[in-house]
């Protein structure tokens, strides 16, 4: 046997990489099954941004976008002139984005590992699956839920009438608003939003728990050294998320409930979007706000997941 000499059988494989037609070819069904949805984004996402140009015309519907006169930077000016409106719903969009920031986005890690914690897959598994029901119901029925319980003519408040005890005003209530949308949205998202976490808790090595047993390592240690290090990485991600849609705090969600509180408790960005410029005709201003509030969330995403590389985490997407 001759060392160093290749025979026509231990000739290296050379895989020919698939051509553009060949590969359509082959995924024909799930492109095919992808393209409803790539049409509604199309349409409905990237198309639509080409309506943003009224943000720099007086604009008119009955006369058209091109009709409408330019009036340059002008309707951008509601940001900076102080307009009580807007520094109403600047003020309650950053409030609401604090609370929720502060208390929803942890919620579902804490059910997270409380779940995890459960021996019992069946329980488990009922668990998941009551927890999951109320990420399927609208905004519409949930807030008829809430008004249902918590109402004037609630099942609180007729407990207590029929007793003859003080009632309770919860849903009108504008110091309680902010706290009743924080529940709203604890209840209804917060178990759909453990999925996401119960998988990466799957997917912490078993072996790490066992060497920390065997270095006497408490429940609360292991927590602490293998649970939220194995988290880290989708927690950082959803956070990058999360902040990049923190100027939007649920639109229908409020907008369902504003009559109840008035606008000083509830007008947010969106809903003065909305308000002033679909109800109130002021539709360049409105497009004015809104592009700028997209054009700071995608500033804020950018900046955060640039903090995420420098602290040696992955984010949304390599730079």
């Not at 509601?78 to 929803?104: E, H, I, K």
């Not at 009559?259 to 409105?286: M, P, R």
């Not at 997209?294 to 997941?305: E, Q, S």
Request: hydrophobic share 50%.
């Amino acid at each position: 046997m001759k060392l160093g000499r290749r025979t026509s059988s231990e000739a290296p494989v050379v895989r020919r990489r698939a051509s553009l037609g060949q590969r359509l070819r082959r995924d024909r069904t799930l492109l095919l099954m992808c393209l409803p949805g790539l049409l509604v984004l199309l349409v409905f996402h990237y198309a639509a941004l080409a309506g943003n140009v009224i943000a720099w015309k007086d604009y008119k519907p009955y006369i058209g976008i091109t009709g409408s006169d330019w009036v340059g930077w002008e309707n951008f000016e509601v940001l900076t002139s102080g307009d009580p409106a807007f520094l109403r719903a600047v003020r309650n969009t950053l409030v609401l984005t604090l609370v929720q920031t502060v208390l929803v986005f942890p919620a579902p890690i804490v059910l997270a590992l409380l779940l995890n914690s459960v021996m019992s897959p069946r329980i488990k598994r009922v668990v998941q699956s009551v927890l999951y029901l109320p990420h399927f119901l609208s905004w519409v029925v949930v807030v008829a839920i809430f008004q249902q319980v918590l109402g004037g003519g609630g099942l609180i408040n007729t407990f207590l009438r029929q007793h003859g005890w003080q009632t309770l005003d919860i849903i009108g209530n504008p110091d309680l608003f902010i706290p009743l949308l924080t529940s709203q949205v604890m209840w209804k998202d917060t178990g759909w939003a453990t999925i996401l976490f119960l998988a990466a808790l799957a997917g912490i090595d078993s072996s790490l728990y066992e060497a920390s047993q065997v270095d006497g390592a408490s429940r609360l240690r292991q927590l602490w050294h293998v649970t939220l290090p194995g988290l880290r990485g989708i927690i950082i991600l959803l956070l990058i998320l999360r902040l990049g849609d923190s100027l939007s705090v649920g639109f229908e969600q409020i907008i369902l409930q504003q009559k109840a509180v008035g606008l000083d408790a509830s007008e947010v960005i969106d809903t003065y979007v909305f308000n002033h410029g679909i109800a109130g005709g002021g539709w360049g201003e409105a497009t004015a706000v809104g592009l700028v509030k997209g054009v700071i969330g995608t500033i804020l995403v950018l900046g955060a997941n640039k903090l995420a590389h420098i602290f040696g985490e992955q984010g949304v997407y390599q730079s």
